[in-house]
């Protein structure tokens, strides 16, 4: 195999996420048209569905701007085909944020793929690339919630609304929490290109209990209540009201039974 026939196949968007932006899409309508009969069942598909579709391109953004920024090793590793078992740490990646979603609608952070760091040059670049996954959360929550701040919601059905809404949320506690300056998520690899070597030492032991740190952090109920209270605020802002985020994730949740589609009043 030659070697540019080699690089194309290492950015060929895989079949196994093409299968699940499918389901997403299938899911979508279902909840849209109001075909399911259980529409919680549909609503979890299509939120799960997408959570995952933004997980995975959150990989590829940190893949691609670490591609440009000189790391050519990525396309090898598998991490431009937006294939979710290629990532270092599946578990991680996927389906521990997939099981916060489904346990406490926090939109966990992921990670990782492997980035050979020695072959980038450049603090801007190292920052960039840590960057570019929060960002591309950042940009889900804008999509997600346009149809609120461009009051655009006239004929969109209400179940599909409140799913929107949850994604939403979802997307917009993942991006505070990755860019949280903690050792181990984004927000502290976008400044540890610009500590001291002395510092980036004595950090390092930690970084593998940042985000283990985070969650227990919000199990403490004053803590929970700010975090919280930071987002609602957020989706506020951004048209979204606690009434969509709240019916979002009693539909998401359809095994605690399918609650009665209620009318929304501002």
Partial sequence: MSTATSRRG???????????????????????????????????LFVTGAWIVSLCLHEYAHARTALHSGDISIGAKGYLTL???????????IVLPVLFVIMGG????????????????????????????????????????????????????DTFRYALAFLALLQVTAAI???????????????EPWLSYKVKRQVEPFAQFGLIAVFAL???PSVNQVFFDVVDALLRALGVHDWDTYWGQRFYRFWQGTPEIPVFTQ
């Fill in 10 to 44: 290492d950015s060929r968007i895989s079949p196994v996420f093409l299968g699940i932006a499918a389901i997403t899409a299938v899911a979508g309508w279902a909840v849209w048209t109001d075909f399911a009969s259980q529409p919680g069942f549909a609503v979890f």
């Fill in 83 to 93: 294939n979710p078992l290629k990532y270092t740490h599946a578990l991680l990646s």
């Fill in 106 to 157: 926090i939109g966990l952070p992921g990670g990782a793929v492997f980035i050979e760091r020695g072959r980038i040059q450049g603090r801007w670049k190292h920052s960039l690339i840590s960057a570019a996954g929060p960002l591309t959360n950042v940009l889900f929550a804008i999509v997600c919630t346009a149809p609120f701040w461009l009051d655009l919601l006239d004929g969109v059905p």
């Fill in 177 to 191: 929490l990755n860019f949280l300056p903690v050792p181990g998520l984004d927000g502290y690899g976008v400044i």
């Fill in 218 to 220: 919000l199990w403490i």
